[in-house]
């Protein structure tokens, strides 16, 4: 209410002086506002591309080495695979190598 006040109060010369401020301070504040949404929108897209890549090296070297587990995502050979699980999960085994050196496409995360 002051701030009204005080504008209201003033002179003309002065009213035109922050009228101008305040279209300099919005035109800035938009165009900062655009530039991060078009530089959320790059990142984004780099983002998708970088884990559709991933998700077809995924597809290519499991064609031609194997497969994941579906249950425990364990990497296994064509030979081994009966039906959608390997061995260790048929027979109750924890699997021998860890199974994060397989890269999810859906966890591929960069910032922000």
């Known amino acids: ?28 504040s938009d165009a900062q506002y655009r530039l991060r949404e078009g530089l959320l929108e790059h990142m984004r897209r780099f983002r998708d591309r970088i884990a559709e890549h991933f998700g077809r090296m995924n597809h290519f070297m499991g064609n031609l080495f194997g497969k994941n587990c579906e249950q425990c995502q364990h990497h296994t ?9 390997c061995h260790h999960c048929k027979y109750d085994d924890p699997p021998s190598a860890r199974s994060d050196y397989w890269i999810d496409p859906h966890r591929v995360y960069y910032w922000p």
Not at 77 to 85: F, I, P, Q, R, T
């Open 77 to 85: 050979s064509n030979h081994n695979v009966d039906g959608d699980e």
């Open 1 to 28: 209410l002051q701030i009204a006040e005080v504008f209201n109060n003033a002179s003309a010369k002065t009213r035109a002086d922050l009228h101008e401020v305040n279209n300099v301070l919005t035109s800035r």
